[in-house]
């Protein structure tokens, strides 16, 4: 009943760093030695598993330290990375980890979040991988309870040929949305959320958002029941009445859950997390020690030394069993005005031997951005107005001025790279976003003299364009 959107992969076994930069070429503009230097930290990974077992066990992964302003595309080589090779990712925020001892977030929970990042993608695939055997199950279900089979069989004399033609042509009505509003009754034990597991993998680490998430299943199974009826028996044949549609949304994620092998999916997590799972940590500066500090933060310092043990290789309890985090790629960003990477504690700096340091947009970059990779933004902006039939149409001399903006109000202001354009953006396009369904079938013709009309006194004007651009 849905489409799925479809993500090209790359083969992380043959994939060469030549192929990794042009995937992304696509989508980032400029920042070459960053790319180059990702995509041989990732082929290392194949050069790795092909060598002997002594061997492969001492070459560690090349972490990296990405330094760079905001919006330059430090986040989005990394995430597009994951993307390309399928691979466990998740971006955290330095800051937000605590030294152990104090309130707030271990380090720990990283792996934690890695882990189950892995699973659900796992899951995901999975699914894929029996959709039509889930489907024919739902399907079955709903059509049971549109069509019960007793009720054709006391219309028809209870013969089983004549049956099938009708429940045929329901089920194709069913896979053609037209049966999606109309009510049915399902039983409770149909209908009830599968509860997750509360075994080891969520108690024994010790997390307290774990245990919060343990107390709050616990609270939900007492109040739903278990997953074939009331905790008490009291609601056990009960029915509920739903729209195919939603009743649809819930049976799939059922019978989802009901097909995978749960420890199939958590084995191959495991697996994938250990050998191809990627952790950025954003804002590491944030957490050095500023330049001409005359004392040390000590809580800063010692999340430091909390992150060292995991990016040197220690064994984690999560939900998909203990993971070791030795072959863990660990790529840290941060802009690093006030600190340097020096500031850093040398065990941790040690621990990122590779460091690229990334370029500030140009205006010639600020125009590629605009138009070239496959999610640019002005595709995106006549995209969203071809919703309300609208055409918009950019001249050259527009993106060209549109990009000396840019670059001119991130020297004068804030260099918040990349993203100064979503906020030039908005500001140039509020009108026509705003009556655009009053201009329904018309083509809007964006010049530069209308970014100069739209954008050219707020920049003029510096204390206005401190707040709107």
């Keep these: 009943m849905s489409k799925k959107e479809t993500i090209k992969t790359l083969d992380v076994e043959t994939a060469t760093p030549k192929e990794i930069v042009k995937e992304l070429d696509k989508y980032i503009i400029g920042q070459n030695s960053a790319k180059r230097t990702i995509a041989v930290a990732l082929r290392n990974r194949k050069r790795r598993k092909m060598l002997g077992p002594e061997m492969r066990d001492e070459v560690s992964p090349k972490n990296i330290i990405m330094i760079g302003s905001t919006g330059v595309g430090k986040t989005e080589i990394a995430r597009r990375i994951a993307k390309l090779f399928n691979a466990p990712f998740i971006k955290v925020e330095a800051t937000k980890y605590t ?169 191959i997590a495991k697996e994938r997390v250990e050998q191809m799972g990627i952790i950025f940590i954003d804002e590491i500066d944030k957490i050095a020690g500023k330049e001409n500090s005359t004392s040390q933060d000590v809580s800063r310092e010692g999340v430091q030394r909390d992150i060292l043990p995991i990016v040197e290789g220690t064994k984690v309890n999560t939900r998909c069993g203990i993971i070791d985090t030795t072959h863990i790629l660990f790529i840290a960003a941060g802009a690093f005005h006030v600190s340097k990477p020096s500031d850093l504690i040398p065990e941790l700096q040690g621990r990122f031997p590779l460091r690229v340091e990334l370029e500030d947009l140009s205006a010639d970059d600020f125009y590629r951005i605009l138009g070239e990779p496959e999610n640019a933004l002005l595709k995106q902006y006549k995209a969203l107005l071809a919703t309300e039939e609208v055409n918009l149409e950019f001249e050259d001399d527009a993106i060209r001025r549109l990009s000396e903006l840019a670059y001119q109000v991130n020297s004068t202001n804030e260099n918040i790279g990349a993203r100064r354009l979503h906020t030039i953006m908005e500001t140039l396009l509020e009108e026509v976003s705003f009556t655009a369904d009053e201009l329904k079938g018309q083509t809007i013709k964006i010049t530069s003299s209308y970014v100069d009309e739209r954008l050219k006194k707020t920049i003029e004007n510096q204390d206005l364009s401190n707040y709107i651009l």
């Design 99 to 267: 030294e152990v001892g104090y309130v707030g977030r271990d380090v720990e929970s990283m792996v934690r979040d890695l882990a189950n990042a892995s699973l659900q993608q796992v899951k995901a695939e999975l699914k894929e991988q029996n959709e039509s055997t889930i489907e024919k199950r739902v399907e079955d279900i709903i059509l049971d309870a549109l069509l019960p089979k007793k009720k054709l069989s006391d219309h028809f004399g209870g013969s089983d040929e004549v049956k099938t033609p009708e429940r045929e042509e329901l089920r194709l009505q069913l896979r053609n949305g037209e049966l999606d509003d109309k009510e049915i009754e399902l039983d409770n034990s149909l209908i009830a959320s599968a509860q997750p597991e509360m075994g080891i993998g969520i108690m024994g680490s010790g997390s307290m958002d774990e245990l919060q998430d343990a107390l709050n299943n616990f609270g939900s199974m007492l109040s739903q029941g278990p997953l074939n009826g009331d905790f008490f028996g009291k609601q056990k044949n009960k029915k509920r009445k739903l729209t195919v549609k939603r009743a649809y949304d819930i049976l799939i994620e059922n019978e989802s859950e009901k097909i995978i092998d749960p420890e199939k999916a958590r084995d």
